[in-house]
């Protein structure tokens, strides 16, 4: 079978650059574009992280395209106290081979959006400020994508509010477009990504899988696992990110709902709530499939399987 044309829409942030290594190195995939925007760390560091990765995994090929620097209506809020200062605090990749492509993410996104000649998956896993200017600046386009499988959100509890997962906290109007888009889509929240946790046993079979594997457990372990103790209490920290990577590669690996959600934008105490209708108390109609459960291991395997195949 043909791979998969994906574009990823990052905020580098180490789950991020997991989730980059994993979709560059699956064999189901076929990375066409990596756009940028400003999330867990300002856009000029999530550009930069970016483009250290696709480096380092030798895709020098795949366009970058930096995106919004800030989210559609607010202020940036930003999260470096999970992922250091830099974005990718300790971890130690080499200085970017290549710059960022021309076209700015909108533009990158429409121009790999018209020219495939089958529909492209767009993965999702930061803010969607680009993603959602994007859909309303080329409505003519959506017709050439084939669903979105994205990460935020979450049915139960949030993780930068007691109501709000943090890519949909950050830019609540943006979401609310992407979800309200029509298109299919998977919303892969914390109720699934949290099941991804590395500690020691996934640790030790990453290391043991060459250069990647080794850089994953670094980005796994370094900043990222002290600071998911710290705020959390955590024992191991869960790469959330790389979960609609591996969703995309074998969907069969979570088990969904097809829900109504609906994104809260101005509640004083839940700004960015995913509200799902688990009930269908709304009346409305579904528009999401939502991650409500993860096999762990086989995620483990997929994400083991890829890097092996890396061949860096
Ligand atoms: C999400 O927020 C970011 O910090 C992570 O990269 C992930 O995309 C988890 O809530
Ligand atoms: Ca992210």
Redesign the pocket.
């Known amino acids: 079978m043909m791979p998969e044309p994906v574009i990823l829409d990052v905020?580098?942030?180490?789950?991020?650059a997991i989730a980059m290594m994993l979709a560059c190195s699956a064999p189901e995939l076929d990375v066409r574009a990596v756009t940028t925007v400003a999330?867990?760390v300002a856009l000029e560091k999530t550009t930069r992280n970016a483009l250290k990765i696709l480096s380092f995994t030798k895709r020098a090929k795949i366009p970058v395209g930096a995106g919004a620097a800030s989210p559609l209506v607010r202020t940036l809020r930003t999260?470096e106290h999970?992922?250091g200062e830099s974005g990718l605090d300790g971890a130690d990749f080499p200085e970017p081979a290549f710059g960022p492509d021309g076209r700015d993410a909108v533009r990158l996104m429409a121009d790999v959006v018209r020219e495939a000649s089958e529909p492209v998956t767009i993965i999702p896993?930061?803010p969607l400020t680009n993603v959602a200017t994007f859909l309303e600046e080329h409505p003519c386009l959506t017709q050439n994508i084939r669903r979105i499988v994205l990460?935020?959100g979450s049915v139960g509890a949030g993780?930068?509010t007691p109501a709000a997962?943090?890519?949909v906290y950050v830019d609540p109007e943006a979401a609310r477009i992407v979800l309200e888009s029509g298109l299919p889509l998977t919303m892969l929240g914390?109720d699934v990504?949290r099941e991804a946790t590395v500690g020691p046993e996934e640790v030790e079979r990453l290391r043991s899988v060459g250069r990647a594997g080794e850089a994953v457990a670094g980005l796994a372990t370094y900043h990222y696992a002290g600071a998911y103790r710290r705020t959390y209490g955590l024992a191991a920290p869960p790469i959330?990110?790389p979960v609609a990577v591996a969703a995309v590669v074998e969907p069969a690996i979570l088990e969904t709902r097809s829900l109504r959600v609906d994104v809260e934008c101005e509640g004083e105490l839940t700004r960015g709530e995913t509200v799902c209708d688990l009930y269908g108390v709304t009346g409305r109609p579904p528009n999401a499939e939502v991650g409500m459960g993860l096999d762990r291991s086989a995620f483990f395997e997929i994400l083991i399987r890829s890097l092996e195949g890396l061949g860096i």
């Open positions: 905020d580098p942030g180490y789950d991020d999330g867990n999260s999970i992922h896993l930061g990460m935020g993780n930068v997962e943090f890519n914390l990504t959330h990110d």
